[in-house]
T-cell receptor, first 109, second 116 residues
């Protein structure tokens, strides 16, 4: 079956750095997405990785290793507004998006 | 660019009534639209995928007669929850892709449905 694993919840301190991991087993691979979702709102796009390596975009970076079926989202200089759920999703060989359950990130002052 | 709207944002209805939710791509033509539902503290669950002018493809376990999807144009898809019951109360989210960026889904803001 297809499966995406990510931690259920993480806690970090304002101003610090946090890394949210995601591992996947899917039938084929056509890209990995990270989305941010605040409570009661729809997801918003953060990043897309299809090749191995690190993609940096401001305070957020996303890393992909296709051979390991592994990705992480790195958030630097954490702000209180970064408190949200972070969803990892993989596009399989049929271009269907497989969603992880999301990681709830709690930022403490 | 790539803005998706949903209407209404919130709806409260009585059990047994039908509710229609609209999803529009405002500044692009959506080749494919997706409908998701999300229960509290759970991830997105894909309900169905629809292409303009053709019948929607429903995920296993989703009742097509209960959740009617109409993708009438390249900018509009509707989801009708027929004979709604309290267990249908959920957050319904649509998304859309465009041919130029088929790998990325653009999400609408979601519709909170509460069935009394």
């Amino acid at each position: 079956g297809q499966n995406i694993d990510q931690p259920t919840e993480m806690t970090a301190t304002e101003g610090a750095i946090v890394q949210i991991n995601c591992t996947y087993q899917t039938s084929g691979f056509n890209g990995l997405f990270w989305y941010q979702q605040h409570a009661g709102e729809a997801p918003t796009f953060l990043s897309y990785n299809v090749l191995d390596g690190l993609e940096e975009k401001g305070r957020f970076s996303s890393f992909l290793s296709r051979s390991k079926g592994y990705s992480y989202l790195l958030l630097k200089e954490l702000q209180m507004k970064d408190s949200a759920s972070y969803l990892c999703a993989v596009t399989d060989s049929n271009y269907q998006l497989i969603w992880g359950a999301g990681t709830k990130l709690i930022i403490k002052p | 660019g790539a803005v998706v709207s949903q209407h209404p944002s919130r709806v409260i209805c009585k059990s047994g009534t039908s509710v229609k939710i609209e999803c529009r791509s405002l500044d692009f033509q959506a080749t494919t639209m997706f409908w998701y539902r999300q229960f509290p503290k759970k991830s997105l669950m894909l309900m169905a995928t629809s292409n303009e002018g053709s019948k929607a493809t429903y995920e296993q376990g989703v009742e097509k007669d209960k959740f009617l999807i109409n993708h009438a144009s390249l900018t509009l898809s509707t989801l009708t929850v027929t004979s709604a019951h309290p267990e249908d109360s959920s957050f319904y989210i649509c998304s859309a892709t465009t041919s130029g960026r088929a790998y990325e889904q653009f999400f609408g803001p979601g519709t909170r449905l509460t069935v009394l």
